[in-house]
């Protein structure tokens, strides 16, 4: 099962590079004409897609009553934060090619970036403590930095939504998927209650 | 945005096939289509082969084009199939291949552009009568488009001097605005409400008189793909790529500043100038550079597009920062 998963969240990456792979004419290439923005929405894309089904673990577990699916969350997260991870090289690498007065210019300047920026600085220290060493270290303490998650999520979605030039219908989709999620976990709060058998 | 499937078969025929091979190859396909049903059919065959990628679909040669090579850059020309599969055209959606994707839904014969406004000859103009009177010619422009890419494309076109001379404006036409068509059946990016269509674009009568503006309808000595904006496109090469407005059906002479399709969209992103400006940036993003397609690095851009000579004089005592 957890290689069957494995196998699955890798795959975009795979075909990605398989398709990349094929480029021999940088004009004539498989992914689009222009590969680098092809390479950013990609990455973006996978990269919010496993933060949200990493976000959804919980509340799936309590609604399909499969308790064991807590295992894979660290590995989904850990998916997530490659895909940023990739989408950052991206930006660094393939887009400015190491430009740093650039690139630190464009983080600073445009607000949708520095969002960007902070939900993957974020990131890092819940990537890095996610070894079974750091959990026992950290014990308590551990739970309560992963909550950040709440905070990061929430980033990557402001992010997406700014910097999709016209057409809101995606990011639509991801931040109605992030209310939900949310929402989920605020609701008992606010006095909701949900039955469980 | 999702990402699409593409598979390889698809493209690998094109890739594998040089640009002028196919163009000869699809030429002759047309010539034995003449000559009859059998061979028709044949061409037929051989045509859903090299169709496979819709970026493919046969344009018509054009005859008799003229090339001053006065304006032409002579830049490397970015691939015919980069300039017909990579389009920013969202009357058939958002992502970049779907122009190449749909646009064969749309039917390009007969075409008439409806004339109006302050005009000595208004009328609905068939196509052909609007382009005929007029010599074409090739034009090798530089096109920067606003999301920071360019590319070098051989436009087939008249100057839209020439037909502005020939509809005789009166004085009380200041400006000309221009009208994409609207049909959700042709067009299936139009089923959503991206932009308030119809996509409209408008120009200053001196920038609409610019030896440099061009009525493009064909690229690479070919009738214009559709993706492309066939069969009559604005191109105004010191402007982002979106000023150039595509499938036109109605060009009004009017004595107000227009209202643009892209300043209703995000008045303080898209101006209704919208000159190529490196000082100048996107909000969201920096116009100081830009990636060539073809090309890894990114390049400075140049102000105006690199056209200043030709442009600058119209732009003299303004704030550019005011008016991007
Ligand atoms: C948790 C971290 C991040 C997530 C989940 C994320 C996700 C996304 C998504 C979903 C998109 C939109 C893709 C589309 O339009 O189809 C996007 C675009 C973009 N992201 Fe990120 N991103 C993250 C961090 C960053 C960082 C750190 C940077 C750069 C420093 C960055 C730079 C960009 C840029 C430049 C684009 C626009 C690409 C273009 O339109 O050309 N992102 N991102």
Known sequence: ?197 | MLFKFLKSSDVKTCEITPEKTYMNRRIFMQDSARIGAGAASLAAFGGGLIGASPAMAAGRKLENITRSGRYDTDERQTSYKAVTSYNNFYEFGTGKEDPARYAHRLNVRPWTVKVDGHVDHPGDYDLDDLIRPHALEERIYRMRCVEAWSMVIPWVGIPLSDMIKRLSPTSKAKYIRFETLVDKKQMPGQKRRVIDWPYAEGLRMDEAMNPLTLMAVGLYGETLPNQNGAPLRLVVPWKYGFKGIKSIVRISFVSRKPNTSWQGLAAHEYGFYANVNPAVDHPRWTQANERRIGEFRRRDTLMFNGYGDEVAHMYAGMNLKKYY
């Open chain 1, 1 to 197: 099962m957890r290689i069957f998963l494995h196998i699955l969240a890798i795959s975009p990456a795979l075909w990605l590079m398989w398709q990349g792979g094929l480029l021999y004419d940088f004009q004539d290439n498989m992914l689009t004409a222009n590969p680098i923005k092809y390479i950013h929405h990609y990455t973006g894309e996978w990269a919010i897609r496993f933060l949200l089904l990493g976000l959804a673990i919980t509340p799936l577990r309590q609604i399909i009553k499969w308790p064991n699916i807590i295992k894979y969350r660290r590995m989904i997260g850990l998916y997530a934060f490659f895909y940023v991870v990739l989408h950052l090289l991206n930006f660094v690498v393939l887009d400015y090619y190491f430009d740093w007065a650039t690139i630190l210019k464009e983080i600073i300047k445009r607000p949708a970036i520095t969002f960007g920026m902070a939900a993957a600085v974020l990131l890092l220290p819940l990537a890095l403590t996610s070894t079974k060493g750091w959990i026992r270290r950290l014990g308590k303490k551990w739970r309560r930095l992963h909550r950040v998650i709440y905070v990061i999520a929430p980033l990557a979605v402001i992010h997406n939504f700014m910097m999709v030039k016209a057409d809101l219908f995606v990011p639509f989709i991801h931040l109605t998927i992030l209310i939900l999620l949310l929402g989920y976990r605020l609701a008992p709060k606010l006095g909701f209650s949900y039955t469980r058998g």
